[in-house]
């Protein structure tokens, strides 16, 4: 059985990933009518997973004795200044779900829920290779500066590091 404390912090997590997904569903509409379509289907990637990061979550919760709450959706920033704006915003909701899931793990130990805490695990690598991912990409774009034909290889190339990804997560 989770505790009510566990069962509330596991929900509010199954908000943030809802809301991640539609963050990152909202850049890749963004991204797709600018004609970026390697950094939309880069997008439209990251959404699914968020979406399956709140799938885990719901399914843990409703297996462990809890009630999974879907809750309304804060609505998504749909315009950006620029692609290296919206991959330095990528950046720092990553940082802040990371931060969302330490609290998670620290209130795991503190009501000594050893299952709760073994399950986030898996979400506390997850947002180490997320955030390592967002760095990287950072880093080229910041290489690219203003040339147009650096975003053209790098629209390009964004397919390639997302398969990449993939291929070392294993199952992701
Ligand atoms: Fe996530
Ligand atoms: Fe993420």
Request: with cysteine; aromatic share 10%.
């Given at each position: 059985?989770?505790?009510?404390?566990?069962?509330?912090?596991?929900n509010?997590?199954?908000?943030?990933?809802?809301?991640?997904?539609?963050?990152?569903?909202?850049?890749?509409?963004w991204a797709?009518?600018?004609?970026?379509e390697g950094i939309?289907?880069?997008?439209?990637?990251q959404?699914d997973?968020?979406?399956?990061?709140?799938?885990?979550?719901v399914?843990?919760?409703n297996?462990?004795g809890?009630?999974?709450?879907?809750?309304?959706?804060k609505?998504?920033?749909?315009?950006?200044?620029?692609?290296k704006?919206?991959?330095?915003?990528?950046?720092e909701h990553?940082?802040?779900?990371?931060?969302s899931?330490?609290?998670?793990v620290?209130?795991?130990l503190?009501?000594?829920?050893?299952?709760?805490?073994?399950?986030?695990?898996?979400?506390?690598?997850?947002?180490?290779?997320?955030?390592?991912?967002?760095?990287?990409?950072?880093?080229?774009?910041?290489?690219?500066g203003?040339?147009?034909g650096?975003l053209?290889l790098f629209?390009?190339?964004?397919?390639?590091l997302?398969v990449?990804?993939?291929s070392?997560?294993g199952?992701?």
């Amino acid at each position: 059985m989770l505790s009510k404390n566990i069962e509330t912090a596991l929900n509010n997590q199954i908000k943030i990933e809802a809301e991640s997904s539609q963050i990152y569903l909202a850049m890749a509409c963004w991204a797709e009518i600018k004609g970026l379509e390697g950094i939309a289907n880069f997008m439209y990637k990251q959404s699914d997973e968020e979406r399956d990061h709140m799938l885990k979550l719901v399914k843990f919760v409703n297996e462990r004795g809890g009630h999974a709450q879907i809750y309304a959706l804060k609505a998504p920033n749909v315009m950006f200044k620029s692609f290296k704006e919206m991959f330095q915003k990528l950046f720092e909701h990553e940082v802040f779900v990371s931060e969302s899931i330490n609290e998670l793990v620290h209130v795991s130990l503190q009501e000594k829920d050893y299952a709760t805490h073994n399950f986030l695990q898996w979400y506390v690598s997850e947002q180490i290779e997320e955030e390592a991912m967002a760095r990287t990409i950072l880093d080229k774009i910041n290489l690219i500066g203003d040339d147009k034909g650096g975003l053209y290889l790098f629209d390009r190339d964004i397919q390639t590091l997302t398969v990449n990804t993939a291929s070392t997560n294993g199952s992701e």
